[in-house]
C-alpha cells in the first residue's frame, strides 16, 4: 500500500502542473479572442475568467494582473503571426511569390470568421503614453514585418537604397487593406492592395536596371 501512496504523490503534481498550463493557455487563447473583438480596455479580468471557465485568481497566478496578461498575449501573438508569415512565404521559391505571399497572408487572416482587425494597433491606441511595453510591443510587430518586406523586395532585385522606402509604402498599402477588410468587409483587400504592389515592385526593377544600363 505505501508504494502506491509513493507513486501517486508525482503524479498528483502532474495533473496540478498540467491543470496550471492548460489555465494558462486558456486564459491567453480566451483573451485574445476577447481583445480582438471588444478591445483591451471593455475587457476585464471577471471577462476573461469566466469565458475561459477558470478561476480569476489563476490570472494572478500566471500573470500577476490584466496588463501582464496583455504583454504575454501580445508576445506570443507576435510569434506566432511570424512563424504563420514564414511558413507561407517558404512555401514558394520564386522571390515574387514569396513577397506576394504576404499578401495572400492577409488575404486568408480576412477570411477568418473571427477576424476583427489588428490588435497590435488597437493595443496601441489604447495604451500609448499610458504602458509603454505594450505600445513597444505593436511597434516591434510593425517594425518586423517592414523589415520582412524589405528583405523581401531586395530579393527581388530592389536596390538597399530603395527597398526601405518601398517597405514603407507596401506596409502602408496592407494597413490600409486590413482597416477596408474590417470596417468595410471588402475581403478582397489584401488582393486589390497586392495589384498596387505589383505595379509599384515592377517599376523599381525596371528604373534599377535602366541605371545598371
Not at 475568467?49 to 485568481?57: I, L, N, R
Not at 514564414?86 to 487572416?109: E, G, M, S
Request: hydrophobic share 40%; aromatic share 8%; net charge neutral.
Amino acid at each position: 500500500m505505501k508504494s502506491f501512496e509513493v507513486l501517486d504523490v508525482p503524479q498528483q503534481k502532474l495533473r496540478r502542473k498540467r491543470n496550471r498550463i492548460d489555465s494558462r493557455e486558456a486564459l491567453l487563447t480566451t483573451a485574445g479572442s476577447l481583445f480582438a473583438r471588444s478591445g483591451f480596455h471593455q475587457v476585464s479580468v471577471d471577462d476573461i475568467a469566466d469565458s475561459a471557465e477558470v478561476a480569476k485568481t489563476a490570472i494572478y497566478y500566471h500573470f500577476r494582473n490584466k496588463e501582464g496578461l496583455v504583454v504575454d498575449f501580445l508576445e506570443g501573438h507576435i510569434e506566432n503571426l511570424e512563424a504563420s508569415l514564414i511558413d507561407a512565404v517558404r512555401a514558394h521559391t520564386d522571390p515574387k511569390a514569396r513577397l506576394r505571399a504576404v499578401f495572400d497572408w492577409h488575404t486568408a487572416w480576412f477570411g477568418q470568421p473571427d477576424f476583427a482587425g489588428c490588435v497590435f494597433s488597437r493595443a496601441t491606441a489604447e495604451y500609448k503614453g499610458r504602458q509603454d511595453t505594450i505600445a513597444e510591443l505593436s511597434r516591434v510587430q510593425k517594425r518586423s514585418l517592414r523589415h520582412a518586406v524589405r528583405v523581401l523586395l531586395e530579393a527581388n532585385g530592389v536596390p538597399k537604397t530603395r527597398s526601405d522606402e518601398l517597405a514603407h509604402t507596401m506596409i502602408y498599402l496592407l494597413d490600409g487593406a486590413v482597416v477596408s477588410a474590417n470596417v468595410l468587409d471588402e475581403k478582397d483587400a489584401a488582393d486589390r492592395a497586392w495589384g498596387a504592389a505589383e505595379r509599384l515592385l515592377n517599376s523599381e526593377i525596371e528604373q534599377a536596371g535602366a541605371k545598371k544600363k
